[in-house]
């Protein structure tokens, strides 16, 4: 089995349902005692988060890279960096590192296009939807993706930031994305294209089919890892 590196802590939250669904995928992959075989390297978000709302990309690229490369020492055969938000400088990561980086956006778009949508409503933060780093990336793959208005964005943004990012999941702030989700016009099913979102929003909370970017990651990563066995 080769070893998946993770570079995450952006916010350790949903680093840590990184951790745990690769555990799990490879238990029902594998079943047994199997479990993953891993490199996690965790950054201080503050610091990330710091640089995004700064406009310091540069910066950021840098200090993910450096990261990257402590995992590839580790021992990592390939890398992801568990966050949608900082695909924005995945580039920078690549080009540090030897080894290979699986786009989280590429394996949603997969999986878009094997359920036979064409047409998605794109939820995360507000770089994330504001920026056209993501939405090309999906795009590339022949996909159309639809934002939620302004007021949308804000808060859905906020909900990530003030309450998912710090453990805080409730009812309340559900209820809201779900009448965001609602307002979509001619979206198929909708990305949860922010990490944390998969901590307040399921399948059952939607009608539409959801593509839930953290374990499409994950399970991508564990069919190359298990691809290794004898």
Not at 24 to 29: A, P, Q, S
């Amino acid at each position: 089995m080769l070893t998946i590196g993770m570079l995450g802590g952006m916010s350790w939250e949903s680093s840590a349902e990184y951790y745990r669904l690769a555990n799990v995928v490879v238990r029902e992959r594998l079943g047994g005692l199997h479990s993953a075989k891993i490199v996690l390297h965790s950054v201080d978000f503050a610091e990330i988060e710091r640089m995004q709302v700064e406009g310091r990309w540069d910066d950021a690229g840098k200090a993910l890279a450096d990261a990257a490369a402590r995992v590839e020492a580790g021992g990592a055969d390939f890398l992801l960096l568990c966050t949608n938000t900082m695909h924005k400088v995945f580039d920078e990561v690549q080009a540090a590192v030897g080894i290979p980086m699986i786009h989280l956006g590429d394996t949603t778009a997969e999986a878009i296009k094997a359920a036979g949508l064409t047409t998605v409503g794109l939820l995360g933060t507000g770089f994330t939807m504001d920026q056209s780093f993501y939405r090309e990336r999906l795009e590339s793959h022949g996909l159309r993706v639809l934002l939620p208005s302004t007021e949308d964005r804000a808060t859905v943004h906020r909900i990530i930031y003030d309450e998912l990012c710090v453990g805080v999941v409730r009812d309340e702030s559900r209820r809201a994305y779900q009448d965001v989700i609602a307002r979509f016009d001619g979206a198929q099913g909708v990305i949860l294209g922010c990490t944390e979102i998969e901590l307040l929003i399921t399948q059952d909370d939607v009608p539409q089919p959801v593509f839930p970017t953290t374990r499409l990651h994950v399970e991508a990563a564990v069919e190359r890892a298990i691809q290794a066995n004898p």
